[in-house]
């Protein structure tokens, strides 16, 4: 038996703390899936799907209901309960005992702190890049103003944050060019940028997104780049680019590529790979995919997370199935022969908590606030 009693989980959001009806759920389910604002096909649910399955799995029993009971009679005792109580039991019963809190995607979402108190568990803070350089674009008249403050801000968040992340790098900048732009083509999108910005709007100027992520960079906290579902090998260049730099690359939901995220982990010293929502979108076929990452990264390479948004199911799934493949692949391993039982304990904690450890500095003095 492979033991992952404490995870780090390297990558998520708050919970939310509102009640959800059986459409508010799903919507939120399927926004986890990719889905957007799009609806299931007629006389479906987000539900028909690995993830909606793996929330029937492993929830119902935390909240006192037998696995895969209906997800209307799962809501109702969820309601029964109430949010707070809800939240509550599902966090504390999924093991993570690190919470790493990207903070770019309000929502009405718990922050680190209060994540932390309803999970008892302990967590950090991740800086998103794009909302930062939204909120300086606010309160900057000029673009002089604007590059310099926003230089301040990344270098300052860095003083409280364990990592950086980037929501847009991968599909605008980092396909362009994977190198920094010159002083004179930043200022000039900048004065583009802020002239014919209307409210509100999100950053998405490919120059302006190279700039924020080598300034970024040059902080020397790890940097987190979704890849979402495009394929990873694209960032290759900027990876070959921040070599030797200090600051580890971490690629954050990179299915259905994860052979190339895992490819791009062995090629180069400082890039990782994040799991989870890998194994969470995957649900019952988890270990057959997390078999074909460990073919290709070294062990040392791969994160657990959940890349949970909204819901404490999400965090659950992301526990639970993430134990359940990684034991059936290295248990299957150690029955071969091809593994000792030792060694495969030993890279199991190191996906689980260990390598995020180490990557986040997260037991070394200077990290930024815990709670």
Known sequence: MIDTPSLVDQYCH?????????????????????????????????????????????????????????????????????????????????????????????????????????????????????????????????????????????????????????????????AYAPDPPEPGEVRRAAGRWLAGRPAGERLGDPVLLRHLLWTAVTAGRPLQLHTGDRDPASIAGFAAATTGLGADLVLLHSYPHHRAAAHLTGAHAHVYADLGPVLVHTGARAAAVLAEVLERAPFGKLLFSSGAHGLPELHVVAASVFRTALTRVLGEWVMDGAWSRKDAQRVATMIAADTARRVYRLDRPGVGPRW
């Open 14 to 174: 708050g919970v939310l703390r509102r009640e959800l009806g059986l459409g508010t759920f799903e919507a939120h389910l399927g926004a986890q899936l990719g889905a957007g604002g799009a609806l299931p096909a007629a006389g479906t649910t987000f539900f028909d799907t690995q993830t909606g399955f793996a929330v029937r799995r492993w929830c119902p029993p935390l909240l006192g209901l037998e696995p895969h009971c209906t997800p209307a009679r799962y809501l109702a005792r969820r309601r029964e309960l109430g949010v707070a109580e809800a939240a509550r039991r599902l966090l504390r019963a999924s093991g993570i005992a690190t919470y790493l809190v990207d903070t770019g995607r309000p929502d009405d979402l718990t922050g680190p702190a209060e994540l932390a108190t309803v999970g008892a568990a302990e967590a950090h803070e991740i800086v998103r890049l794009e909302p930062l350089a939204e909120q300086i674009a606010d309160t900057s008249g000029t673009v002089e103003a604007f590059l310099a403050n926003l230089a301040e801000a990344v270098h300052g968040a860095a003083a409280h944050a364990v990592a950086f992340a980037s929501a847009e790098g991968a599909r605008h900048g980092l």
